[in-house]
């Protein structure tokens, strides 16, 4: 499984623009790029995936490079209830598992 | 929104004792999974289960763990012996197809205190 490596934090203001990246160096070619967010105490929320170039939905944007090496998770205009953990997950095809590491904790203040 | 949900929130168990905790997953789901999360630390991998066998498991799941789906409905996760490094928040999850190339869904897992 690919390792990832993403800032353990993150201060924002509310009403920025929160761009959080994640390295993976040693992504493999059928891996998927995955990110989740987690309340305390609550279980984690998928939040967007992706394989390449551009993903948006209604809550965030991931971009991903030609390369894949990497991937940066977009947050527009986050509020106080954005507060959290957002995990980077790449996952291969042959494996059921999810491998949080420790993710960036978002704070954002007022 | 369909959701995964989990009962009891909280469990208080003795050490030694045996617990279940109990999942309800999404129903057309079909792949079914417990994490844990030690206070504090990382969401880690205990156990998948698809087509009513375990499909992988994390050096985690011992002998004293073992998984569940009685029903059709419910998934159980339940520990024979708990030890005090049991305690943690145990995290159900579906989804319909292989976790990493589909979106898991969580469920707002058991609070477990060994005691």
């Known amino acids: 499984l690919a390792k990832t490596t993403q800032p353990i934090s993150m201060d924002s203001y509310e009403g920025q623009e929160v761009n959080i990246t994640c390295s993976h160096n040693n992504i493999a070619t059928n891996d998927y790029i995955t990110w989740y967010q987690q309340f305390p105490s609550q279980g984690p929320r998928f939040i967007i995936q992706?394989?390449?170039t551009k993903v948006t939905n209604e809550v965030a944007s991931l971009f991903i490079p030609a390369d894949r090496k990497s991937s940066t998770l977009s947050l527009p205009r986050v509020s106080l209830s954005d507060t959290a953990v957002y995990y980077c997950l790449v996952g291969a095809y042959n494996t059921d598992k999810l491998i949080f590491g420790t993710g960036t904790r978002l704070q954002v203040f007022p | 929104e369909p959701e995964v949900t989990q009962t009891p929130s909280h469990q208080v168990t003795q050490m030694g004792q045996e617990v279940i905790l109990r999942c309800v997953p999404i129903?057309?789901?079909?792949?079914f999974y417990w994490y844990r999360q030690i206070l504090g630390q990382k969401v880690e991998f205990l156990v998948s289960f698809y087509n009513n066998e375990i499909s992988e498991k994390s050096e985690i799941f011992d002998d004293q763990f073992s998984v569940e789906r009685p029903d059709g409905s419910n998934f159980t996760l339940k520990i024979r012996s708990t030890k005090l490094e049991d305690s943690a928040m145990y995290f159900c999850?579906?989804?319909?197809?292989?976790?990493?190339?589909?979106?898991?869904?969580f469920g707002q897992g058991t609070r477990l205190t060994v005691v």
């Open positions: 129903s057309n789901h079909l792949y």
């Open positions: 992706g394989y390449k």
């Open positions: 999850a579906s989804s319909e197809a292989g976790a990493p190339n589909t979106e898991a869904f």
